[in-house]
């Protein structure tokens, strides 16, 4: 059973590590100590615009320079740039990444995806890493509205929102993953899951505890959806 991951976070400082680790910015190795330079020549930079040609913290305020029509001043502790990270299971991105054809679908699947999201003039980063165990896309958006607020608060949004945001994302790499999962777990009884590592056993543990959403299907607890479960109630009756 395969899964994508899809983590974001609202980044902090001025972005210069972050930058050296996407860039692979050679007087600062030890950003990415796990890379193996052998295969760094197969990374990618996907937008190659004008912001990708900068220093991390330069293309941001770049982009900040260019987009915001606010009418104050920005705060210095302003939410300025959302990193977000891009892959899926180690098996299901091997078998991504085995076919160009499908390698490209995947690729282009999560631009779609950031730039519905952000928008697409707020990106100023969005790289393939081949050069890791498994390969995986840095993204990094300007959190600037469409009116051209700064407004990370509007753009990441809040728990609510991530939840729905990671629904979104399972729903547009459902074409990428495993599908047609079906089992029946008896009330009471210990039930083993094995299989090798890669191949899902913890993501079908995280969705049977709802910390993973589902994209089609079921699963029902007693005949009850997991929809009108809580993920306390799973845990507490399981």
Request: hydrophobic residues 35%; aromatic residues 8%.
């Amino acid at each position: 059973m395969g899964y994508a991951v899809f983590h974001a976070t609202k980044g902090s400082g001025g972005g210069g590590k972050l930058g050296a680790h996407i860039d692979r910015d050679k007087t600062q190795k030890q950003t990415f100590k796990s890379a193996d330079p052998e295969r760094e020549h197969l990374n990618k930079d996907l937008i190659n615009n004008r912001y990708s040609t900068m220093k991390l913290p330069d293309a941001i305020n770049a982009r900040i320079k260019e987009g915001y029509k606010g009418k104050t001043a920005i705060r210095k502790d302003a939410v300025k740039f959302i990193p977000m990270v891009m892959t899926g299971s180690h098996e299901e991105m091997k078998d991504i990444f085995k076919s160009s054809e499908k390698a490209n679908a995947w690729v282009k699947a999560n631009y779609d995806f950031v730039c519905k999201e952000f928008g697409k003039e707020n990106i100023v980063r969005f790289t393939l890493h081949l050069d890791e165990k498994k390969p995986h896309i840095h993204a990094v958006v300007v959190p600037l509205t469409d009116d051209g607020r700064l407004s990370a608060k509007e753009r990441f949004g809040n728990r609510n929102d991530l939840s729905d945001r990671q629904t979104r994302y399972a729903e547009q790499m459902s074409p990428f993953v495993l599908k047609n999962i079906s089992t029946h777990i008896p009330y009471g009884k210990i039930t083993a899951i094995v299989g090798a590592s890669g191949s899902g056993k913890t993501t079908l543990l995280k969705i049977l505890l709802k910390i993973y959403p589902i994209c089609k299907g079921e699963i029902s607890y007693h005949g009850n959806n997991i929809s009108i479960l809580s993920p306390k109630s799973i845990r507490e009756n399981s």
